[in-house]
């Protein structure tokens, strides 16, 4: 099994998956990021992209995010354009990086934001970012400089986070300030700790 000691980490857009992350590196544990993966494939796919979406959505050679996310949040059948390219290129070079961690036989974070979307990994210890729904919106909208209209189209896009939060096997509760998340995440520590117990941390 390629994902033998891989914990996904997801949650919904704006939820704090960058800022747990970053926690959890403290840790010393190796973080695998989706959406960073995902950014070097999407430049790598510009020819691509101009082609399934056209010329307009590229920009000096590169992939104008700003104005295909504005396509694709809209639109879910671009948007499922869009995911059957990448989506598969994701796995693959995600699969690369997992090759060296399962080498190290410790436990290692797989930050997927669409785990329970594509159902597209075989990773059975899920780890979820939670917030409400209201402060999801309003981070979106500080973060990305976003529209009510347009924060909430992301938003939509994905699966609800209630219902996600119902299927993880563990909740990181970031509706709080930072010094809550870090109790938060040295307990999900705490948790790993104990399923891997000859592990050192």
Known sequence: MSFANAIALTGGI???KSSVCSLLQLYGFQIIDADKVAHQILDQQSAQIATLFGDAYIKESKVDRKK???LVFTDKQERQKLENLLHPLIKSEIQQHTAFCESKEVPYIVDIPLFFETKNYEID???MVY???DQQLARLIEREGLTADEAQSRI???MDIDAKKALA???IDNTKNLKHLQAEVERFVDYI???YPNIKI
């Open 131 to 133: 917030c409400t729904k």
């Open 169 to 171: 096997s563990f909740v």
């Open 14 to 16: 704006a939820t704090g």
């Open 125 to 127: 210890e899920v780890a």
């Open 193 to 195: 700790k104990e399923k």
């Open 156 to 158: 939509n896009a994905q």
């Open 68 to 70: 295909l996310g504005s």
